[in-house]
């Protein structure tokens, strides 16, 4: 049973990987339909062509390698500076401008002339890249808000799941309580395992956040008021000042870093609990800050993904993952002993957090990726705006061909990343705490 619902969790997680590619591209489609851009090809995925089906001037086609998707529109790049396709060149880096501009134009009908790209006005332009993007965000947006505030996450509760016997600093390397040390200001109290606080000095408790932050802001007495057993009951407890663990601001510990704050000794409870609208923006808007500040250091995760590949290292938790590793993931959700409602919710947000990624890998402003076209468009406009001001004569288009041999350099490195992930993700895999 459980090989089989492996199985179907990762052909789910394939069907939410060609649906979000799908969904990115036809936000490039219509976009550029509706400024009157032409568009041969609109395909998901790569390599060989499994079906397709041409309606007006588009064929619409799914293809053998599900790791992407595209469409084709006339006329990307602008002609040469003389205004054709220039001539082949002996020199590499001219090739590769050369091959990029040709392909801008194949499949030119009569007509087309008034419906290339680059005819259009730059903030044009610029919606019909971000629009792939874009719908990656909303999709990942959506999904996130309905898991949150429709299922529910596991989080830290104001329930007591256990009380400390004594009081141990957090940097201790031991949780045992050593001879003659003095009872846990919650144990000293009456607080028990299964008591849910619902006031802390006469402020109602929303949540665990709050709670602890009341808890590390008091020393001497305080009052709690708890449930038990259907009853509520008042508690008196004198905090006391303790070595513990330092937060990072978004519910969970910034691991070896300590500071001195109110200790009342317990550890709360975890549970699924359904967010409000605001409590799901604030996990949201984490959930970006953290995918930026992963994007920033993927370089230096390259060493231990290396070593974790072909060496047998470690592989940690936050190591970057490709299809095949978070397909595997998607495996083990299904897998997973815990009700089919948190199975879903999991899968979801797996899904939705592939769209987050794509939608900020994608904003990176360099060639091949959407950002790159982008910011050419974006320079182009910079570059009018200034001649007109300065009464110059209109500089054109930006020719964004001319850095196709930085786009191939990227390419490159993005195809060697992209292999090292895959080897990582099928020799020392990621797996699910």
């Not at 332009?125 to 874009?134: D, N």
């Not at 402020?203 to 305080?222: S, Y």
């Given at each position: 049973m459980t090989t089989w619902m492996t199985i179907l969790g990762i052909v789910v997680f394939v069907?939410?990987?060609?649906?979000?590619?799908?969904?990115?591209?036809?936000?490039?489609?219509?976009?550029?339909?509706?400024?009157g851009i032409r568009v041969p090809q609109y395909m998901v995925g790569f390599g060989p062509t499994l079906f397709s089906r041409k309606k007006g001037d588009t064929e619409y086609g799914i293809k053998a390698v599900p790791l992407g998707g595209y469409i084709r529109?006339?006329?990307m790049f602008p002609p040469g500076d003389d205004g054709k396709l220039q001539a082949r060149s002996t020199s590499p880096f001219r090739g590769m401008i050369e091959d990029a501009r040709s392909a801008a134009f194949e499949e030119l009908q009569p007509g087309d002339e008034k419906r290339l790209f680059y005819t259009r006005k730059p903030w044009k332009?610029?919606?019909?890249?971000?629009?792939?993007?874009?719908m990656n965000l909303i999709l990942a947006v959506v999904i996130f808000m309905s898991v949150l505030m429709g299922f529910g996450i596991n989080t830290q509760t104001t329930q007591v799941g256990s009380v400390s016997e004594?009081?141990?600093?957090?940097?201790?390397?031991?949780?045992?309580?050593?001879?003659?040390?003095?009872?846990?200001?919650?144990?000293?109290?009456?607080?028990r395992a299964g008591?849910?606080?619902?006031?802390?000095?006469?402020?109602?408790?929303?949540?665990?956040?709050?709670?602890?932050?009341?808890?590390?802001?008091?020393?001497?007495?305080?009052?709690?008021?708890?449930?038990?057993?259907?009853?509520?009951?008042?508690?008196?407890?004198d905090l006391i000042e303790n070595k513990v663990a330092k937060t990072d601001g978004r519910g969970g510990y910034v691991p070896?870093?300590?500071?001195?704050?109110?200790?009342?000794?317990?550890?709360?409870?975890?549970?699924?609990?359904?967010?409000?609208?605001?409590?799901?923006?604030?996990?949201?808007?984490?959930?970006?800050?953290?995918?930026?500040?992963?994007?920033?250091?993927?370089?230096?995760?390259?060493?231990?993904?290396?070593?974790?590949?072909?060496?047998?290292?470690?592989?940690?938790q936050d190591s970057p993952m490709g299809v095949v590793g978070a397909a595997r993931v998607g495996g083990e959700v299904f897998s997973l002993d815990i009700p089919p409602e948190q199975r879903v919710a999991t899968m979801l947000f797996l899904v939705a957090g592939f769209n987050l990624s794509l939608f900020l890998f994608n904003m990176l402003p360099l060639l091949p990726l959407d950002g790159g076209h982008i910011a050419g468009a974006v320079w182009e406009s910079i570059r009018r705006a200034f001649a007109k001001i300065v009464r110059r004569p209109d500089p054109g288009p930006f020719d964004v061909a001319k850095l196709m041999p930085v786009a191939y350099v990227v390419a490159g490195i993005f195809i060697c990343f992209t292999l090292l992930v895959l080897v990582a993700d099928v020799v020392n895999p990621v797996k699910l705490t």
């Open positions: 069907v939410g990987l060609l649906f979000s590619i799908a969904w990115h591209e036809l936000g490039h489609l219509s976009t550029a339909k509706m400024f529109m006339i006329g332009r610029v919606i019909v890249m971000f629009a792939g993007p874009f004594c009081v141990i600093s957090a940097a201790a390397k031991t949780d045992k309580c050593p001879a003659g040390a003095k009872d846990s200001p919650a144990k000293a109290a009456g607080l008591d849910k606080i619902v006031s802390f000095n006469g402020h109602p408790v929303p949540d665990w956040g709050a709670l602890q932050q009341q808890i590390r802001d008091t020393t001497g007495p305080a009052t709690l008021v708890v449930e038990r057993h259907g009853a509520r009951k008042t508690l008196h407890a070896g870093e300590f500071v001195t704050a109110g200790f009342l000794g317990f550890t709360p409870a975890s549970g699924v609990v359904q967010q409000s609208f605001g409590q799901s923006v604030d996990r949201m808007g984490n959930m970006v800050e953290q995918g930026v500040s992963s994007l920033i250091n993927l370089p230096a995760k390259v060493p231990d993904l290396w070593d974790a590949a072909f060496n047998g290292g470690e592989r940690k």
